[in-house]
């Protein structure tokens, strides 16, 4: 088989030196290299094919990158010069012609980032941004597939808005045009379009820069669907344009896609295989942020410390030091069910890198892999002041059967360990997690085992949903939905119940201390307070009137304004929120260099003692 492939590949290339002669001498070129090189070629290529074994005619004949480098290659100016036209399309509709576009998103942080990345695309041609549907030519919905609930909040929404589109046809300068984005986009693909009369556009999560043609086509009433998953796009050579520009913090995407296959998730089926964004164009956009001057940033990813940029190597980058040709260790008693990728620059020297930018920016991640927490980023999280000592360990299940069936690659006394681990090597760390009731099989000893290990690790942040099956995923194929939906919601009731106990007790031990909270902006449930972060990711309220506030170095006073660092003293918590009463005006390194000097201070008074 291969051989005739290498024959017909041989007789092509014969034809081929005689075809580029005909063609330079129908043009008037005349080479008398060229015609005595193709000459000699062709007589060969013949004489052997007739006179010699196949062998021989596949060994002697002239090679495929001996024919290009005799092979001229002639340039068509104008077509060169020429920009390619869609002949199906109406040029004039590749351009926004300020229409104005309204965005919704629904699910997780990366649908945040994913529709700044497409505000950015659309603004760059001729879309204009609108805060209310009512208002827009065009409506984007980014959506969320994970789980059947989330798909079922997005049709009830496209009701609404077909309304919208019924109302006032006839007022309307452009048609309005309606647009599924994401993941469930993805996942039901042009099913959409025929279940949802209202809607004109289906694009998945790697084809928005396409958005501009495929809007061009609703306008022509064309099909416009596009939901090919790519193996690379990143989307690094755009820079979302932020929806809110008043706020303090950002999301930065650096890698898309999961190869983790766990049974139950359909992400790596709508967001594809893993793939890692160039670090220096991550770098870049942390940089732009903070010039402009956001002051707390979010690494995201499906599985964001699995980042591994292979467009270089470490070797490659001045100042990293480490050896990325090796590979990333795994945390003990962890296991993938994809082969172990090495090289190129991996998440704890991104993580680094990041945090040096701006010593005064706030950088968190999420969201991780309990797998993929080496002692490297253990170590950076502990030394670093800006990197917040909050992290997300999901485990999905505390049992070992479950967890099995979930294709998760550990035990639960090995995720046990590495938070004994974590805790002692980062003292205060702030854990969350999430967790799925009823999944295919669960028993009640088995979501027994789930609330000890609730009980056991004390989340002071969890997010807790009951078990929905999704298509194409393994337990689908594999495994009956088994658990009724009744005790599913009963079961999420029972994680709730003892999750908000432990937080609870967990913020309590907070009250009286000093903690450092970075001011977000006025609260969304008391107008007369204001609201902001502690480096544990626990919201805290405090009141807005408060006189204005002494710096930490007695410098100055000054009123207490959004993307301030503020010291607090907590005075009541309940298990998502503390109150408190501002201290002093600080900064990130001015707090952190406080707080050790007062450590070291009690730690000299107990050893006199």
Not at 546 to 566: H, K, M, N
Request: charged share 25%; aromatic share 8%; glycine share 6%.
């Amino acid at each position: 088989m291969l051989s005739t492939t290498f024959l017909k590949l041989y007789q092509h290339r014969s034809y081929s030196v005689v075809n580029h002669y005909r063609k330079l001498m129908t043009n008037g070129i005349n080479s008398h290299h060229f015609h005595t090189r193709t000459s000699t070629l062709f007589n060969e290529s013949h004489s052997k094919i007739h006179d010699v074994s196949f062998k021989e005619k596949i060994e002697n004949g002239p090679s495929l990158g001996e024919f290009i480098r005799n092979s001229p290659t002639v340039e068509h100016e104008h077509e060169i010069q020429k920009e390619e036209l869609v002949p199906y399309l109406n040029q004039d509709n590749l351009n926004g012609q300020n229409r104005k576009v309204y965005f919704e998103v629904f699910g997780c942080q990366m649908n945040v980032n994913d529709i700044e990345v497409v505000w950015s695309i659309l603004k760059s041609n001729g879309y204009t941004k609108v805060n209310q549907a009512r208002e827009a030519d065009v409506i984007l919905v980014m959506t969320c597939a994970i789980r059947e609930n989330a798909e079922g909040k997005v049709w009830e929404r496209l009701k609404s808005y077909r309304s919208i589109k019924q109302a006032n046809k006839k007022s309307r300068t452009f048609p309005l045009k309606i647009g599924i984005l994401g993941c469930m986009a993805e996942r039901l693909k042009k099913s959409l379009l025929e279940k949802e009369q209202c809607l004109d556009l289906v694009a998945g999560p790697d084809s928005y820069k396409d958005l501009p043609r495929l809007l061009a086509l609703t306008y022509d009433n064309q099909t416009a669907i596009n939901v090919m998953l790519s193996l690379d796009e990143t989307y690094a050579d755009i820079s979302p344009v932020r929806l809110n520009e008043d706020s303090v913090s950002a999301f930065v995407s650096i890698m898309r896609g999961c190869d983790n296959m766990c049974s139950y998730c359909i992400v790596p089926f709508t967001r594809g295989r893993e793939r890692s964004r160039p670090m220096q164009s991550i770098l870049d956009e942390v940089k732009t942020l903070s010039d402009q001057g956001v002051k707390e940033i979010t690494l995201l990813g499906q599985n964001v410390n699995s980042y591994r940029d292979t467009s270089v190597t470490s070797h490659q980058v001045a100042g990293l030091g480490t050896n990325s040709t090796t590979t990333t260790p795994l945390v003990d008693g962890f296991k993938t069910v994809y082969k172990t990728k090495t090289g190129g620059i991996r998440f704890a020297e991104l993580l680094d890198r990041v945090s040096r930018i701006d010593p005064e920016m706030r950088v968190r991640f999420t969201s991780p892999h309990p797998k993929d927490f080496p002692d490297e980023v253990l170590h950076l999280i502990k030394d670093r002041h800006n990197i917040c000592k909050s992290l997300h360990l999901p485990a999905q299940s505390g049992n070992n059967e479950v967890l099995e069936r979930m294709r998760r690659g550990y035990t639960v006394e090995a995720y046990l360990t590495l938070v004994d681990k974590i805790r002692s090597l980062i003292p205060g760390v702030s854990l969350s997690s999430d967790f799925i009731a009823g999944f295919c099989g669960e028993t009640e000893a088995q979501f027994e085992d789930t609330l000890r290990l609730l009980e056991t690790v004390r989340y002071r942040v969890a997010y807790l949903f009951a078990y929905s099956m999704r298509e194409k995923t393994t337990a689908h194929r594999r495994y009956q939905d088994t658990v009724p939906t009744l005790v599913k919601n009963q079961r999420v009731q029972q994680m709730d119940i003892t999750f908000r106990r432990h937080a609870s007790l967990l913020n309590s031990q907070t009250v009286g201390s000093v903690q450092l909270v970075l001011v977000e902006g006025p609260s969304k449930k008391v107008a007369s307070q204001l609201c902001g972060r502690i480096d544990g990711n626990i919201k805290v309220n405090f009141p807005a009137n408060q006189e204005a506030l002494i710096g930490y170095d007695e410098t100055g006073s000054r009123p207490i304004r959004r993307g301030d660092y503020v010291a607090m003293l907590v005075t009541e918590s309940t298990s998502q929120a503390m109150r408190g009463v501002p201290l002093y005006h600080t900064t990130s390194r001015g707090y952190d260099e406080r707080n050790n000097e007062e450590f070291m201070r009690r730690n000299e008074e107990r050893v006199k003692q």
